[in-house]
């Protein structure tokens, strides 16, 4: 069964910054789209950012309302991506989902980590 | 507000069709395949549908999705109790060079 595993969430104060990471046990992620999804406690799902495949050179982009202050990035090496979240507002607490595409051509997310839960609070 | 629109909710009782709407642009659901999921409390999301109308290996039958136009619609025949959730259509969109959610529809079995 592929598992799809996110760590790093917790408390953190406003301005403040966290670091997400996302690997997997049976996936090669490097040949893979790999997407961060967020949730709001109550709320929709939203799409926070994603970096591209090996084959199209790890390309990140990301949604407007993070744009400057999160980024996406791997670690070919330990077969990880991360999402790097800086500038920390109260309305970025949500749970973070690791999410993996199937086809690249769009929102297909075939595997899902449990996600991580980020809380920004004083 | 999100791009796409679905109803807030769903109902039906055991054993009956329930459809879900969920309708966009011409620069979303006009022009991209639709993904739709379905979400469990305290739970991730798990893919149902994808490029419109096929299903994931391990999805029932009872689940499809239709488009026309710049609507979608997932439907569910044979309702259960266990059917019920949140449901979320997903599309790319081009002016927003990103995907979007709907804001879901949370189904209930009566």
């Known amino acids: 069964e592929v598992q799809v595993v996110e760590s790093g969430g917790g408390l953190v104060q406003p301005g403040g910054s966290l670091r997400l990471s996302c690997v997997s046990s049976?996936?090669?992620?490097?040949?893979?789209?790999v997407n961060w999804v967020r949730q709001a406690p109550g709320k929709g799902l939203e799409w926070v950012g994603r970096?591209?495949?090996?084959?199209?050179?790890?390309?990140?982009e990301n949604a407007a309302s993070v744009k400057g202050r999160f980024a996406v990035s791997r670690d070919e090496s330990k077969n990880s991506v991360f999402l790097q979240m800086n500038s920390l507002k109260t309305e970025d607490t949500a749970v973070y989902y690791c999410?993996?595409?199937?086809?690249?051509?769009?929102?297909?997310?075939?595997?899902w980590g449990q996600g991580s839960l980020v809380t920004v609070s004083s | 507000q999100s791009v796409l629109t679905q109803p807030p909710s769903a109902s039906a009782t055991p054993g009956q069709r329930v459809t879900i709407s969920c309708s966009g642009g011409?620069?979303?659901?006009?022009?991209?395949?639709v993904h739709w999921y379905q979400q469990f409390p305290g739970t991730a999301p798990k893919l149902l549908i994808h490029?419109?109308?096929q299903r994931p290996s391990g999805v029932p039958d009872r689940f499809s999705g239709s488009k026309s136009g710049t609507s979608v619609s997932l439907a569910i025949s044979g309702l259960r109790s266990d059917d019920e959730a949140d449901y979320y259509c997903?599309?790319?969109?081009?002016?927003?060079?990103?995907?979007?959610f709907g804001g879901g529809t949370k189904l209930t079995v009566l």
């Open positions: 999410a993996i595409e199937g086809s690249s051509s769009g929102p297909d997310f075939i595997y």
């Open positions: 049976r996936l090669t992620l490097n040949n893979y789209y």
């Open positions: 970096t591209k495949n090996k084959e199209v050179g790890y390309t990140t």
């Open positions: 011409s620069s979303n659901i006009g022009s991209n395949y």
């Open positions: 490029s419109n109308n």
């Open positions: 997903a599309v790319w969109d081009d002016s927003l060079s990103g995907p979007v």
